[in-house]
């Protein structure tokens, strides 16, 4: 049966690869980003299904409107992926406030604000799955300079679990992966050189099969989703 899944952060890397899987899998796909042109070309390539561009940022109510009055054209939401995030890499010394209420406002606001224009539309059964990262996940290994970043995926780590709390009883699953080095632009802008063992479009292969059956096996939980022990 085909469903119909909003995703944030489509224009390139993960959330690209798993709007792509999703759309071959003949499901309907809102993918949002604030780059217009690539969410064009994201549209472009799909095969089948039927993937909705509307370019939006998340920081701003206006553009959350624009989601909203996107969606309310569907028959309502079988799923949420939240994956849109920025990052960034400096000493814990050396990053001004701004910079860590930048990541806040983006990495966990924006899904507050998406989530919170979105629940009317989420059907009984939905399934919301928040990415995070293992530089949010307790205990795993950090990297020096992701201070504001791991700062910001831990809070969407504590977010996932209250959203759980207070939809569990509406049948609404949340869920939060927190994902380890996967081989993406903002990883090569973060860490020059480094080569992840994963690829964007395995991981959005995972993520797509994740948001449609995950939900049977768990609910409010957050799981790391890492070959080694990556920050």
Same mark, same amino acid.
């Given at each position: 049966?085909s469903k119909t ?41 799909? $095969?089948? =299904? ?8 998340? #920081?701003k109510p206006e553009?959350? /409107? @624009? *989601?909203? &009055? ?12 939240? $994956?849109? =995030? ?8 050396? #990053?001004?406030?701004?910079?860590? /209420? @930048? *990541?806040? &406002? ?126």
């Amino acid at each position: 049966m085909s469903k119909t899944i909003l995703i944030t952060g489509a224009s390139r890397g993960i959330g690209y690869e798993t709007a792509l899987k999703l759309a071959s899998e003949n499901h309907t796909v809102i993918a949002t980003a604030r780059s217009k042109d690539k969410l064009q070309e994201l549209s472009k390539a799909a $095969n089948n =299904g039927q993937i909705i561009s509307t370019p939006a940022d998340l #920081t701003k109510p206006e553009d959350i /409107k @624009k *989601l909203a &009055d996107a969606v309310a054209g569907t028959n309502g939401l079988d799923g949420l992926i939240n $994956n849109a =995030g920025v990052v960034h890499r400096e000493a814990f010394m050396d #990053t001004d406030i701004e910079v860590f /209420k @930048k *990541l806040m &406002d983006v990495n966990v606001y924006g899904i507050v604000r998406l989530t919170q224009a979105m629940k009317t539309h989420l059907k009984k059964g939905s399934h919301i799955l928040n990415i995070s990262s293992m530089s949010g996940y307790q205990g795993s290994l950090k990297f020096g300079g992701l201070s504001a970043y791991g700062t910001a995926k831990a809070a969407v780590v504590g977010l996932s679990e209250v959203m759980s709390a207070e939809f569990t009883d509406e049948n609404i699953a949340v869920n939060c992966l927190c994902i380890g080095a996967v081989q993406t632009e903002m990883l090569a802008e973060a860490f020059p050189g480094f080569e992840a063992p994963v690829s964007p479009q395995q991981m959005g292969d995972y993520i797509a099969n994740f948001i449609l059956t995950g939900h049977q096996f768990y609910n409010g939980k957050v799981l790391p989703v890492a070959l080694n022990d990556p920050g």
